[in-house]
């Protein structure tokens, strides 16, 4: 069931968007492959109570639902007889007390958390700072990130959520979701777009994994997750250990250091992963404190990236959160055309020191760069 009764901004703050039924079951189905019995199914961020609308693989198991939002509650009440529903705030005095659950019982916690990072730009300008009151140990800048950090505090046997894949991909994320991922080994994965939800991201997909989580005492590496193959609903198989990035070859951010001797005379906006890439600059003329200037032997690797920009908005969404990749060989053996193309795409940052480029000479590096991504994404794209 959709949210009827938030605004847009409500939902945004809150991270209301419901789960289609679909999705519950298909996150069912992966815990079943690999769960042990349970006495207590948990979700604390539950809205209408969409993972219990969904048969649970189990039997005599208790169901409690909690949510912050007391409107959503009493829809779940009235739609759910058989769970317990509480109006409280996950992030909050977190401890197993507060939901009635004893320290001896299997609790799994299921649902799909809030995810709201606020210093991310995207609907920046109807984020509020602070979404809700939460426990200094779990603060975070995403909600969904302090959703993880506040299950390993009640020590479920399980976990199943549904989360970006961006908490497990990009290293910054998985730094902050430690405490978690020192305890819980991830069992089951299966990377879903964004679309497959109603209302959200219409355009822009971005990566979503279905999670299942267990308690043990090795937990999950970002080794394990750099090793990883992860399939995605669509059949789609993936990994990050599958490409070389380019940021193992160039600066992605300005170094703190750096500073225009005037020697460079190429600049290039901040990079950050192929979505940003889609939406951001790259050659550009002024300086920012998201400036990059680009040391003249390395010029074709950053003519590289701004191409690369072109060729990703065919890339399938689960490749959204990755760097961006390269076939160092590869590259080196066509990079002028690389050059070739950057030249033509921005004649007011290259006219100083290049000739216009001749159409043939550009067809044909267009030729040679088109059939060196074709196999880069072989299989993916
Ligand atoms: C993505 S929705 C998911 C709802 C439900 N689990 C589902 O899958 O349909 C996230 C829910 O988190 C709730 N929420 C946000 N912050 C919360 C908090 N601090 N404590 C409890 N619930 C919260 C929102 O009200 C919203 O209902």
Redesign the pocket.
């Known amino acids: 069931m959709d949210v009827a009764h938030l605004s847009f901004r409500e939902k945004t703050n809150?991270?209301?968007?419901?789960?289609p039924s679909r999705l519950?079951g298909l996150a069912y189905d992966l815990f079943a492959r690999v769960s042990g019995a349970v006495d207590v199914v948990l979700?604390?961020?539950?809205?209408?109570g969409?993972?219990f609308s969904v048969p649970f693989p189990q039997k005599n198991v208790r169901f409690i639902g909690?949510?912050?939002?007391e409107v959503?509650l009493n829809v779940a009440t009235e739609n759910f007889s058989r769970v317990h529903f509480l109006h409280?705030?996950?992030?909050k005095n977190i401890n197993r007390e507060k939901y009635g659950i004893f320290s001896h019982e299997r609790l799994v916690i299921v649902?799909?958390?809030?995810y709201n990072d606020v210093t991310s730009r995207v609907k920046n300008h109807i984020k509020r700072e602070n979404?809700?009151e939460?426990d200094s140990d779990v603060r975070t800048r995403d909600?969904g990130i302090s959703f993880l950090l506040s299950f390993e505090k009640l020590s479920p046997e399980y976990v199943v959520v549904l989360h970006p894949l961006s908490y497990l991909i990009k290293q910054a994320n998985f730094k902050l979701l430690e405490p978690f991922m020192r305890k819980y080994a991830l069992r089951e994965a299966l990377v879903l777009n964004s679309r497959e939800f109603s209302d959200t991201s219409k355009n822009n997909g971005f990566p979503i994994v279905v999670a299942v989580y267990e308690r043990n005492t090795f937990g999950t590496t970002y080794t394990d997750i750099v090793r990883r193959r992860f399939m995605t609903l669509e059949g789609v198989s993936f990994s990050i250990s599958d490409y070389d990035y380019v940021c193992r070859y160039i600066s992605k951010y300005p170094s703190r250091f750096q500073r225009n001797t005037g020697i460079s005379r190429y600049k290039f906006f901040t990079m950050r992963d192929v979505n940003a890439l889609k939406r951001s600059r790259t050659f550009i003329s002024d300086d920012t404190a998201n400036t990059i200037y680009i040391p003249t032997e390395k010029l074709e690797l950053y003519c590289y990236v701004d191409i690369f920009k072109d060729y990703s908005q065919k890339l399938p969404y689960f490749l959204g959160n990755f760097d961006v990749m390269i076939n160092r060989d590869e590259f080196e053996k066509i990079k002028n055309d690389f050059l070739v193309l950057s030249i033509e795409k921005h004649p007011e940052i290259f006219s100083e020191e290049f000739l216009p480029v001749p159409k043939d000479v550009s067809n044909r590096a267009f030729r040679r760069v088109d059939f060196y991504f074709k196999n880069l994404f072989k299989g993916v794209a």
Do not use: H, K, R
Request: proline share 9%.
């Open positions: 809150l991270g209301s968007f419901y789960t519950v979700d604390s961020s539950c809205g209408y969409a993972f909690a949510d912050i939002d959503a409280e705030n996950a992030l649902g799909n958390p809030p979404p809700c939460m909600l």
